[in-house]
Every structure is written in C-alpha cells, then in structure tokens.
C-alpha cells in the first residue's frame, strides 16, 4: 500500500512538472481555527473545500488516533463540539433566496440550529476573506443531506456571493467514488432511506472588476 501510494504521488509531481508551473506565492491553512482566520494582504485567489453540513464527522472519524496518542475523552469532546456544524456560531447576513426556502422548511430545532451553524460559520468566514481576493474563488462542496434531502450548498454560495459582486462563471460536478467506503439501504440513525454524499461540486467565482 505504501509503494502504491508513493508512486502515485510521484506520478502527479512529474505530472504536474510537464505543464511548466510557474513559481507562486502561497499560504496553506487549515483547521478549525480558520473561521476566524484573517488575510493581512491581497490574494489573487482563494481555493478551499469547506465542510459539506454535518456529512463527515472528522473528529468522530480521527477518535480512536487521538486515543491511541493519549489524548483524554473529555478533550476529544471539547474537539467535537467545535466542528462546524455543531459549534455555537454569531448570526452572519446570508445572501440567498434558496437558503431561506430551506430554512423555512425545517421543523426540527436541532437541524435547524445545524443548518444555522453551517452557513452563519462558512460563508461568515468566507465573506470576510473574499473582500481581500483579487481574482477568482474555487469552493470545493458537495450536496449532504439532511433527512433524506439534497441540501444545494453550491447553489447557497452562489447566489451569496453573486449578491456580493462575484461573477459565478461555472459549477463543476464530480463524482464520488474513492471516498465512498460503504453505503447503506436505510440509515441506521434515521431510519430513512440512505443518500450519501453523490457527488463533489467545484464553484467558480470571479470577481467583477
């Protein structure tokens, strides 16, 4: 498996070499800190694959690692509750006519209050970074569900940030295949009929000079 791995990253570093990539400047940052993140200077472009709802749960996913490490219960339970959705998020404006046709169509308190959180902490935090993008924004998201139904995110942010002055060139969809580790028929925490995460959808924006 490790051979396997090495040589397909070296595959896509000689891939990439072929097309002559000219040197960049760049700032990788990643975590769950990066809601408050700040830009101190103008970027050309901004590419990032927020979390899609509550559709992976990484700190559930890493649990079993941070135990291993020595990490204790009550600490990998503050971590949980930081993870975007479940985390207490500040009320954000939310440009989008379909945002609030989903809204309004939520019953439960406790999605609600998810559903809430997701867009107040994402787009909060993307808006506030946008105002230092020169160029183009990629946002990697894909459609999770919530009770059996599609949530359109991509379609959200679109409509967000067109209101804000973006352009919204294109969406680019992708289907999901290696990450799809298993499905089920039914889900066992619902008891509705399963509806993974289909597909990954690339958003494209460019700022309107």
Known sequence: MLRKEITNVLERIREYQRYSPKDVNYVVK???????EEL???????????????????????????????????YVNKLSKL????????????????????????????LLRIFDNYFWGVLGALTRLQKHISSYMFLFVGRASMRGRPVPIDQIFAEHFSSLGWIHEATLMDTIVARRLFSYEINPATGIKDNR???ENLVILRKKV
Do not use: C
Not at 30 to 36: E, F, K, R
Not at 50 to 74: C, N, T, V
Not at 96 to 101: A, D, I, L, R
């Open 197 to 199: 995460t289909p597909t």
């Open 30 to 36: 990643g975590g769950i800190d990066t809601l408050n």
């Open 83 to 110: 993870e975007i959705p479940y985390r207490n998020v500040p009320p954000q404006p939310i440009h989008s006519e379909t945002y609030f046709q989903w809204r309004n169509q939520i019953e439960e308190t406790r």
């Open 40 to 74: 101190k200077e103008e970027k050309n472009i901004l590419i990032t694959s927020p979390p899609y709802l509550q559709s992976h749960e990484y700190i559930r996913h890493a649990k079993m690692d941070l135990f291993w490490l020595g990490y204790s219960e009550d």
